[in-house]
């Protein structure tokens, strides 16, 4: 940053000094550091702030309250749960009015989604302060509790293997100008003796 009888002076702006010399937008870029402190020009470094996640601190060393942290995550794990089992009530719901079974990928994922919610609140209240319950959080709990995925996905699909190509045999079609029929073997697919008559 650099400043001139206490006025910031940008980058790439055109500036003009009290006495009225005017200078141009690529002066501060281009010019010496001699001739810059000729004009009185002090260059200071730029204040970096130190990042900090604002959501777990209100400044750089500055956490919020833990306890209330504590709550709000819980709360936020929960959601996500519920959103996660709602996809698929209506399961629930159909098997409750006509007596169709849930099928057991859906059982399997919503006992999933549960489990991991019930892992992921326990981490969260067994943190003592900010500083961990931020680490536990932005770390996504150590990958140890993922959220399950689509329970319908498809498996992945093994690599084609490379089957050798085969070619068709040449069909031979016989032009007669005494006939008003071409005939040849497959021509229309398939096997044996096609006629296309004119």
Not at 32 to 59: C, M, N, S
Not at 153 to 181: G, M, N, Q, W
């Amino acid at each position: 940053m650099y400043t001139l009888n206490g006025k910031t002076l940008r980058l790439d702006t055109a500036f003009t000094t009290e006495d009225g010399r005017q200078f141009p937008r690529n002066w501060l870029r281009l010019s010496t550091k001699a001739e810059r402190d000729a004009l009185g020009i002090v260059e200071t470094p730029d204040v970096v702030e130190p990042y900090y996640d604002q959501r777990f601190y209100w400044g750089p060393q500055n956490p919020k309250d833990h306890a209330q942290l504590v709550e709000q995550w819980v709360g936020t794990t929960k959601q996500t749960a519920a959103s996660l089992l709602s996809q698929y009530d209506w399961y629930i719901t159909r098997q409750s009015e006509t007596g169709k079974a849930v099928p057991q990928e859906v059982l399997t994922y919503r006992a999933t989604v549960r489990t991991q919610s019930d892992n992921r609140e326990v981490m969260i209240k067994a943190t003592d302060n900010t500083d961990i319950l931020c680490e536990v959080i932005t770390k996504d709990f150590g990958g140890m509790f993922p959220w399950p995925g689509d329970p319908f996905a498809p498996a992945p699909a093994d690599e084609p293997s490379e089957a050798p190509v085969s070619v068709p045999d040449t069909d031979v079609i016989d032009f007669s100008t005494t006939s008003t029929a071409i005939t040849g073997s497959g021509l229309l697919g398939g096997a044996g003796e096609d006629i296309l008559s004119f």
